[in-house]
């Protein structure tokens, strides 16, 4: 009888036990599936040297897309009546900055966070609109560089068939040289500006495109143009 007192005597206790741990265990549990599912695109951009400096020694960087020089280079070349680019990644390289203490190893590159990753080219074609794609705060220094990776192209027939664009190692890399020193507290605005129709083409089996930049401009000061 004692055994059995005992016995159920211990049960109790530790049924107690668990019961009362039960609400510290929970909010242990809860935190680590909160963490593992932040947006990676933030903590890629919290990995940017320039997010190690003060403030003071950065500058704000807006990366804008627009179709805006005029007639285009061609006649549309194809039925479709939309075109849209999804941009998976932009960056921009350093080649130094202007606080010493800031280190560049080789082929480094400061992420751009993506604020509107697909973009109607079509809808901008001699609109004189802009729109955002990226934007980052930059230490201040000198940037060789600007690169945009295109994750997918899509467009819209006369017909309301929505087709899918190959992307090829040609077309889904662009390289722009800048060139350009930058203080910091400075606003930045480079405007990317495409000839989409230029751009994509039609076979009687598919669609392609070669993305045409007809200018690129530094907060409206012209930097580089087409032929």
Do not use: C
Request: glycine share 8%; proline share 6%.
């Amino acid at each position: 009888m004692k055994i059995y007192l005992f016995g159920l005597l211990t049960g109790l206790i530790l049924a107690g036990l668990i019961l009362v741990g039960l609400p510290f265990l929970q909010p242990t549990l809860v935190g680590r599936l909160a963490t593992s599912n932040e947006p990676s695109g933030s903590a890629a951009t919290a990995n940017n040297i320039s997010q190690s400096v003060p403030a003071s020694q950065r500058f704000p960087l807006t990366l804008a897309i627009s179709d805006n020089g005029g007639q285009s280079s061609v006649e549309p070349a194809t039925d479709l009546t939309s075109l849209s680019v999804t941009f998976s990644q932009t960056v921009i390289k350093p080649t130094s900055f202007t606080n010493p203490t800031l280190k560049i190893g080789q082929n480094h590159q400061e992420i751009l966070n993506l604020t509107q990753p697909t973009i109607e080219l079509f809808s901008l074609h001699g609109s004189g609109a802009l729109t955002d794609l990226a934007t980052t705060d930059l230490a201040a220094g000198t940037y060789q560089t600007l690169e945009l990776t295109i994750g997918s192209l899509r467009g819209r027939t006369s017909g309301g068939q929505v087709v899918e664009i190959p992307v090829t190692t040609q077309n889904s890399h662009l390289k722009i040289l800048l060139n350009q020193t930058w203080s910091p507290t400075t606003s930045i605005q480079v405007v990317i500006d495409f000839d989409s129709l230029a751009s994509v083409s039609q076979t009687a089996q598919s669609y392609s495109f070669v993305p045409v930049i007809r200018q690129v401009f530094v907060n409206d000061e012209l930097v580089t143009s087409s032929p």
